[in-house]
């Protein structure tokens, strides 16, 4: 079982930085793949960014390839999401999510999630 804690969010400005965490408990935790998703008012959730366990590999999506940066601290089994740049569609409520497999874009395919932080940029 990994539980999963979200932090970080906040209401920001167009341009802003924001960094997430995701605390997870688990000895487990460095063999999970580890992604963030977010989830606007009105809109099914979607994949940001993952990033897994042996290699430390990360995906991310086009929306904000560039912008963001995965990362993971095993030692203190910690993901993080660092987030640049920030725009008006950034606007959502982002999930930590793990699952013991390989990289997925899929949400279907994690078996754990976290009870979500909001993130608001205005302009």
């Known amino acids: 079982q990994v539980q999963l804690v979200e932090s970080g969010g906040g209401l920001v400005q167009v341009g802003d930085s924001l960094r997430l965490s995701c605390a997870a408990s688990?000895?487990?935790?460095?063999?999970?793949?580890m992604a963030w998703f977010r989830q606007a008012p009105g809109k099914e959730r979607e994949f940001v960014a993952a990033i897994t366990s042996t290699f430390g590999g990360t995906y991310y999506a086009d929306s904000v390839k560039g912008r963001f940066t995965i990362s993971r601290d095993n030692a203190i089994n910690t993901v993080y999401l660092q987030m640049n740049s920030l725009k008006l569609e950034d606007t959502a409520v982002y999930f930590c999510?793990?699952?013991?497999?390989?990289?997925?874009?899929?949400?279907?395919?994690?078996?754990?999630w976290g009870q979500g932080t909001q993130v608001t940029v205005s302009s």
């Open positions: 688990g000895r487990t935790f460095s063999r999970n793949t």
């Open positions: 999510a793990a699952r013991p497999l390989g990289y997925s874009y899929s949400a279907h395919q994690y078996d754990y």
